[in-house]
């Protein structure tokens, strides 16, 4: 076990922008890139699912997608800026009140967290009406090893702040939580992150699903599931995970950076 835990991955350090106006873009881009992704795999459902950037310059302001336009078509240019009293204060389209009412009260409860990232995917809204933690059955969902929170709670569109309040402190310091009959939350402490992290919790309750149904899974060690977290599960681990994702998506659908 000793030397299992000395094994680290060979993660490169990722190029930091050199001026906050190059920092905005580059979160930007990267926003458009999840949104596409998102698009890719099935996320979208209908006006439902936002994914959020804090503004390197204005920390009380985030980036968001335009209310109404679907994930396949963001552009990093048509996300909107909007404040801490939800007003839209760069661009053209309204903001999602549901996404003001969560993500406003995500940023201001975790100074760390740079994005965050929720949508209605189908694994993981299923996976919630459970109301219970994922277990660590797979390596990959060992990353979220008493690392996510569950939100215990429905009760219909999440239109105000605090109910924001209370999804924030189900959350805690955690990377991710579960909202009862709803479905998932991811964070980071930069875009690439969030966005891996809810496409690999995503999986992570389509393979639970699926070894639940066809019998009864042997769940991975606690003492195994701590230590592949801390293999896996690190910021740098998630950042560096979303990197092939990025690579493939710009080739395929360059007009996002626009």
């Given amino acids: 076990m000793a030397q299992a835990a000395a094994i680290t991955l060979n993660i490169p350090a990722p190029a930091k922008p050199a001026t906050l106006a190059d920092e905005r873009l580059h979160r930007k881009q990267r926003m458009a890139a999840g949104f596409r992704l998102f698009a890719r795999f ?88 459970l109301g219970k933690l994922l277990d660590p059955l797979t390596q990959d969902a060992c990353a979220f090893y008493e690392d996510h929170g569950l939100f215990d709670d429905f009760t219909g569109i999440v239109y105000d702040t605090s109910e924001g309040d209370r999804i924030a402190a189900a959350l805690g310091p955690r990377k991710a939580a579960i909202l009862r009959n709803h479905g998932l939350l991811t964070v980071g402490q930069t875009v690439d992150e969030a966005v891996w992290w809810f496409i690999a919790m995503d999986r992570s309750c389509q393979s639970q699903l699926l070894a639940q149904a066809a019998g009864t899974p042997v769940p991975i060690r606690h003492e195994d599931a701590l230590l592949t977290r801390s293999q896996l599960g690190t910021p740098a681990a998630g950042c ?19």
């Fill in 240 to 258: 560096f995970q979303f990197q092939p994702l990025w690579q493939w998506i710009t080739r395929l659908e360059p007009d996002l950076l626009d």
């Fill in 42 to 129: 099935g996320y979208d459902e209908g006006v439902a699912g936002h994914i959020t950037a804090r503004d390197p310059e204005q920390p009380d302001h985030f980036w968001v997608n335009p209310f109404g336009v679907h994930f396949a078509h963001v552009r990093a240019s048509d996300l909107i800026l909007v404040n801490s009293r939800g007003e839209v204060v760069e661009g053209k389209h309204p903001v999602n009140r549901a996404a003001f009412a969560i993500h406003s009260r995500v940023h201001e409860a975790r100074p760390d967290v740079v994005a965050a990232a929720h949508s209605h995917s189908m694994y993981g809204k299923s996976w919630s009406c």
